[in-house]
């Protein structure tokens, strides 16, 4: 539309003669999008971008609708005539209008309220089964074109296969993330998901990558990887991060937010090759080789050209692991590792990408996540610094007088935290918590969330609301439940609380916990499926969960290679064993960890070595001393097997 119409002569004229017009960036202004989108949806049924709203002065619609061409065409409406149109009416039937706008303002808030239910299992049963019923078997993902990852569905799924010990719930999740690596969906030369698939094969993307798509991607192929042991996961998950560190990563720590589809005004042309062009780059015998395996052809499969992708090689599993873990310099199919870097370096040459080079904090609240989790999930210390120095950029750049803003570009942060903010913040804050047990982490968290709750929270019927009571106010405050490419706030700020609760055991957390899930659990009522990253938190409720409180000597302290192995060992079990939760006490956080934890104060640190405590429900166990010990009260033996309890190099 802003090409189309907004730089029309005729139009802007008349907009400019008749309107105050007003531009919103999402983005930045999540909470104008959610308010009048929910408009949109109310009056029309249904909603999306561009958003078109006219309204009275004071900021009530009377007005909504997406997009519009410039004139009347094919029967629809043209934004020329609905501007000529409403200008009219507006002059003429002014009080009509107002009227309008106050029964629409009224309508809409009323949609806003939905009833309180108790969280039960029959809301996750009935989720599995929505996706059960809409799962595309051949092919992985839900329904048909196009196709979103969507990547908290599959978390859902891979938790729910733990709790329920569901094979199905299993091969939904790994069916789907296995046919999205093979996918051109999958950027196989140089890392990272595109938004979506245009087709229901996940072959042909909307080229756009997006910092939130590859955040929550990553965090998915990690638990799949740490629920199977699959080396595919892991090997996609390290190239999705390696993208994420080499090109989306500013260099003070922050996270830019994507990179555009077009170069020069074409959509995919910085990803797609001829098969000339592969030999050009590569020589004869490896460029044929090259196009054999990623499906390379003369005819191409996207405007007559190819978009690399393994979904006709049934190899597609040894060549992820083979092309990331090969240092010395053997290859199959007569294709070594310089390939990809030629190919990458040659497509930066032929037609550059266009990068967002805003960072916002919630989308950095999700990368902060991915990095931390892979560091304690795959050992290795380098992520979990990418996410310490993402965090500390965030506090030192997108923070005010104790708030948080919205984003930060050249030096600039500005806008007031909204509920994503907030909620996402502190989300990678309790995540760095339980992969480096540092207290400051969890003060940070705990500052915030007394905010969370005090500025969004809704304490008579639960909920939070879009922004804080003390921000810019628009003509009404709404609540968002439902989980789209993105969790919504409102399940976020529920495992938000849910980590504070069962780390701190305060009830100030558990009791707003509790108002929480009932507001969702209404909510989601019908289609608990639209709804799976609460639902993750439901789960945590109405399954067993198990604390495991860990103290260690002054000895460990001075015994720093030790001790660092020992919380990268306890990192590991945290992220890897549902329902677990790890506090970890010394003699030099003891004093702060009882302020946060106050029950912590009752275990006492021994003279030597270390005591594990672990609680299940309601009922605690003897102590013991010994990590192996600890695993078989775990159930967990299986993991001595994995290299962080045996090489610690990396740590």
């Not at 999740?173 to 030369?189: C, K, P, S, V």
């Amino acid at each position: 539309m802003e090409r189309e119409s907004f730089e029309n002569t005729v139009i802007a004229g008349l907009l400019n003669r008749e309107y105050v017009c007003i531009k919103v960036d999402r983005e930045e202004r999540p909470d104008i999008d959610s308010v009048y989108m929910s408009v949109c949806q109310a009056m029309t049924g249904q909603g999306g971008w561009p958003l078109t709203i006219i309204m009275t002065p004071d900021c009530r619609p009377f007005f909504a609708g997406t997009y519009f061409p410039p004139t009347a065409r094919y029967g629809s409406m043209g934004l020329q005539e609905l501007l000529t149109a409403a200008a009219a009416q507006w002059k003429l039937e002014k009080e009509k209008i107002l009227d309008s706008a106050e029964q629409i303002t009224a309508y809409v808030k009323e949609q806003e309220q939905p009833t309180a239910a108790e969280p039960g299992k029959d809301m996750v049963h009935l989720a599995f089964r929505q996706f059960a019923d809409n799962f595309d078997k051949k092919n992985g993902g839900f329904g048909g074109a196009p196709k979103f990852p969507t990547p908290h569905n599959l978390m859902f799924l891979l938790e729910y296969s733990i709790r329920e010990n569901s094979r199905e719930a299993l091969d939904m999740a790994e069916t789907t993330l296995t046919q999205m690596y093979r996918g051109g969906i999958f950027d196989h030369i140089g890392g990272g998901f595109s938004r979506y698939s245009t087709d229901d094969r996940w072959l042909v993307p909307h080229f756009e990558k997006m910092l939130y798509d590859n955040a929550l991607l990553a965090i998915a192929y990690l638990e799949a990887y740490s629920r199977t042991g699959r080396k595919l996961y892991e090997c996609v998950a390290k190239k999705v991060l390696g993208y994420v560190e080499r090109e989306l990563t500013d260099a003070q720590g922050g996270f830019y937010c994507g990179q555009d589809a077009d170069s020069d005004g074409v959509e995919g042309k910085y990803y797609v090759f001829t098969q000339e062009e592969i030999r050009q780059i590569l020589g004869k015998e490896e460029g044929d080789a090259f196009c054999v395996r990623y499906g390379i052809t003369a005819n191409g499969n996207f405007e007559g050209k190819s978009i690399p992708n393994l979904l006709g090689n049934k190899d597609y599993e040894r060549i992820c692991e083979e092309q990331f873990v090969c240092v010395s310099g053997d290859h199959m199919d007569g294709i070594g590792r310089e390939a990809f870097q030629k190919l990458y370096k040659y497509r930066i040459r032929r037609a550059p990408l266009h990068k967002d080079d805003k960072i916002l904090v919630s989308w950095n609240g999700w990368m902060i996540c991915a990095f931390a989790k892979a560091g304690a999930v795959l050992g290795d210390k380098r992520y979990v610094d990418m996410a310490v120095r993402a965090e500390g950029f965030v506090r030192q750049n997108l923070m005010k007088n104790g708030r948080l803003l919205v984003r930060y570009r050249d030096g600039d942060a500005a806008g007031e935290g909204k509920l994503d903010d907030y909620a996402c913040y502190i989300l990678a804050l309790l995540e760095l918590y339980q992969v480096t047990f540092q207290t400051a982490y969890l003060e940070q968290a705990a500052r915030c969330a007394e905010i969370l709750l005090e500025q969004f929270f809704d304490q008579e019927k639960g909920g939070f609301y879009l922004y804080a009571e003390d921000g810019e106010q628009l003509f009404m405050r709404t609540k968002e439940n439902y989980d789209g490419a993105m969790p919504s706030g409102n399940s976020v700020g529920a495992r938000v609380l849910h980590k504070l609760a069962q780390i701190t055991g305060e009830t100030k957390w558990q009791e707003a916990l509790d108002k929480q899930l009932y507001y969702l659990a209404g909510a989601m009522e019908g289609y608990p499926s639209g709804h799976s990253y609460a639902l993750l938190t439901m789960m945590e409720v109405l399954y067993p969960t198990k604390e495991l409180i860990c103290t260690l000597s002054c000895d460990s302290d001075s015994d720093t290679e030790r001790r660092t192995k020992r919380l990268a060992q306890l990192a590991y079990l945290a992220e890897t064993i549902p329902g677990l939760s790890v506090i970890m006490k010394t003699q030099k956080n003891g004093e702060a960890l009882g302020g946060l934890a106050p029950y912590i104060q009752n275990y006492p640190i021994p003279e030597k070595g270390e005591q594990f405590y672990l609680c299940s429900g309601s009922q605690c166990m003897q102590p013991v001393s010994e990590l192996t010990q600890l695993l078989r009260l775990l159930g967990a033996e299986g993991a001595a097997e994995h290299d962080i309890f045996k090489d610690f190099k990396r740590f």
